[in-house]
């Protein structure tokens, strides 16, 4: 069986699908400085040649520069039934680009004296037994350095998922009991290994020292000061409407799989939005905002210059990948450049955006 794996380097094979292009521009463009008709033109054409050769239903994506017109990207379809094309506006799961929220719910939690970052996870949740868990510290989760074994790459959780029609819906608790059945990786602290696991502890982290559900902390302090109006935790399998169909091969054929549970993803990849939402957060996540001083520095401290606090470093980019099942993205803002990249692909399985996304960054420069 399968299993959704997030890394940066995948070969797939060629596409079904003949480009469906729209180059969102102005007639009269102000004087680019990052975004110059030369590089304008090449992000087309790798948008062409990537497409052509990754198998994927559709791509977009949009580049932002401060004081530029955005170029807007679109290759392919939304819906393989309709043909309806890639839309920015619609909505779609941003799964593993949740983390970045989870991360700085708990470091604003932390600037409030309500988290220590030095304290055990199993000081705050003694009842759930963690592997090492009076070892394992907050920062350590929010670094993916605990150890612990990760839920989703249990073979027999994929296979009960695929058994319930894609159905099956699961609770935080039930997550954690996946992993715990599973021996750790290595001690903490000594090694660094991407795990849901860790994003799901610091959920349940937040549940405990605020009272309230992981969704309304992410809510209360994140998503409604920044007025993110078409981001939120869904309460449905259902995608809102308008949104983007997503497709998966990850089981076989290649089907829809818009509306299987994402309850699985919890505070690791449960969160809904869209490309206008994502273009505001995206340099909010790269600049720290919201936090101190001393908590911006555990955002942006980075284990193998790769890692911080819930969030993703690659040369000058910081920002995440995302990966669930039909969805597949990148949100990345480039600090010394002031240019935000969001790419999509409505297919997950063998992580075609990474395609996108390397093709896109030799051009702008990393």
């Given at each position: 069986m399968k299993k959704l794996i997030y890394i940066f380097l995948f070969v797939f094979s060629v596409t079904l699908f003949s480009c469906a292009v729209d180059e969102s521009s102005n007639p009269v463009q102000p004087q680019s400085t990052v975004l110059t008709d030369e590089i304008r033109s090449k992000l087309s054409f790798a948008a062409d040649s990537v497409f052509m050769r990754i198998s994927t239903p559709g791509m977009m994506a949009v580049f932002s520069a401060e004081g530029e017109t955005d170029?807007?990207?679109?290759?392919?379809?939304?819906?393989?039934?309709?043909?309806?094309?890639?839309?920015?506006?619609?909505?779609?799961?941003?799964?593993?680009?949740?983390?970045?929220?989870?991360?700085?719910a708990v470091l604003m939690l932390a600037d409030e004296g309500k988290i220590y970052l030095d304290s055990s996870i199993s000081?705050?949740?003694?009842?759930?037994?963690?592997?090492?868990?009076?070892?394992?510290?907050?920062?350590?989760?929010?670094?993916?350095?605990?150890?612990?074994?990760?839920?989703s790459?249990?073979?027999?959780?994929?296979?009960?998922?695929?058994?319930?029609?894609?159905?099956?819906?699961?609770?935080?608790?039930?997550?954690?009991?996946?992993?715990?059945?599973?021996?750790?990786?290595?001690?903490?602290?000594?090694?660094?290994?991407?795990?849901?696991?860790?994003?799901?502890?610091?959920?349940?982290?937040?549940e405990k020292v605020t009272g309230m559900k992981a969704d309304e902390?992410?809510?209360?302090?994140?998503?409604?000061?920044?007025?993110?109006?078409?981001?939120?935790?869904?309460?449905?399998?259902?995608?809102?409407?308008?949104?983007?169909?997503?497709?998966?091969?990850?089981?076989?054929l290649l089907i829809e799989a818009t509306n299987w549970n994402p309850s699985w993803g919890y505070t690791a990849g449960a969160i809904i939005s869209n490309f206008s939402?994502?273009?505001?957060?995206?340099?909010?996540?790269?600049?720290?905002?919201?936090?101190?001083?001393?908590?911006?520095?555990?955002?942006?401290?980075?284990?193998?210059?790769?890692?911080?606090?819930?969030?993703?470093?690659?040369?000058?980019?910081?920002?995440?990948?995302?990966?669930?099942?039909?969805?597949?993205?990148?949100?990345?803002?480039?600090?010394?450049k002031k240019l935000t990249m969001l790419i999509l692909t409505n297919r997950e399985d063998n992580t075609p955006v990474e395609f996108f996304s390397d093709a896109f960054r030799r051009i702008i420069g990393n």
């Open positions: 170029l807007v990207l679109k290759r392919g379809v939304s819906n393989l039934v309709t043909g309806e094309l890639m839309n920015e506006n619609y909505y779609f799961r941003i799964a593993s680009n949740s983390k970045p929220f989870t991360g700085l000081f705050y949740l003694p009842q759930y037994n963690i592997p090492n868990g009076n070892q394992i510290t907050i920062r350590m989760l929010g670094r993916m350095k605990s150890g612990l074994f990760n839920y790459d249990d073979e027999s959780f994929w296979a009960d998922f695929y058994a319930s029609g894609f159905a099956k819906s699961y609770t935080p608790d039930s997550l954690l009991a996946i992993s715990f059945r599973h021996p750790v990786n290595f001690p903490p602290d000594t090694d660094y290994e991407y795990c849901n696991t860790n994003t799901v502890l610091l959920g349940l982290l937040m902390v992410i809510f209360s302090k994140i998503i409604r000061p920044i007025g993110l109006l078409n981001t939120f935790w869904p309460n449905t399998v259902f995608l809102p409407s308008p949104y983007i169909h997503g497709y998966s091969a990850a089981f076989g939402d994502m273009k505001v957060w995206s340099k909010i996540v790269a600049d720290g905002t919201y936090l101190s001083p001393q908590m911006k520095s555990e955002r942006f401290n980075w284990v193998n210059d790769h890692y911080g606090f819930q969030v993703m470093k690659v040369g000058n980019w910081i920002g995440h990948p995302g990966n669930m099942y039909g969805f597949n993205s990148h949100f990345l803002y480039h600090t010394q």
